[in-house]
């Protein structure tokens, strides 16, 4: 809402009521800018020490959102999104166990945070940023889950009964 203000003040007040809610709750928000576009990125307060996070003392990532405010999909229908995406993943919990379904975890939390877009509506180039950039810097897949994400990725597109972009 901030973005499409019509003037500074509103979208000052915005961001104020966003920074008070998330205060709140202990969070905070920034905005990561790459070559992606532009992504909010929320997280506990208490994850930052000396101005940095430090990912290896993080017991629940999940706690994390990552909302891109550039990417293809709509922002404002990001719960549908989500909603669709982790019926997918228990679809593959389902037909292909705990581990696949944990990858697909990963991949509805970029899928929906990073992108607000179902899974398989994803591109060939969001597949290999999710595999090289998203995975490593936030999911931290065990060797189980490292050793079959590409199948747990494919398994996710046949629960959707799309066809996986050549990625």
């Known amino acids: 809402m901030a973005r499409e203000a019509v003037d500074d003040g509103e979208a000052a007040a915005y961001r104020s009521d966003r920074e008070a809610t998330l205060a709140e709750h202990g969070f905070t928000a920034r905005v990561r800018d790459d070559d992606a576009g532009e992504t909010l990125v929320l997280h506990p ?10 990912p290896d003392r993080i017991d629940d990532t999940s706690r994390a959102v990552e909302l891109s405010l550039s990417g293809a999909g709509d922002p404002d229908e990001w719960q ?73 990725v494919r398994y996710a597109f046949d629960a959707a009964k799309e066809r996986v972009p050549d990625w």
Do not use: C, M
Not at 45 to 54: K, L, P
Not at 88 to 116: I, K, P, Q, S, W
Not at 122 to 129: C, D, H, I, V
């Open 45 to 54: 307060d208490e994850w930052v020490a000396d101005g940095t996070i430090r």
């Open 80 to 152: 549908d999104v989500d909603d669709r995406n982790r019926a997918l993943v228990e679809t593959v919990r389902e037909t292909r166990g705990d581990v696949h379904a944990a990858n697909v975890g990963v991949l509805a939390d970029f899928a929906g945070n990073h992108y607000a877009k179902p899974i398989e509506d994803l591109t060939a180039t969001e597949l290999r940023e999710f595999e090289t950039e998203y995975v490593p810097r936030n999911a931290w897949l065990d060797d189980d889950q490292t050793a079959v994400l590409r199948e747990s």
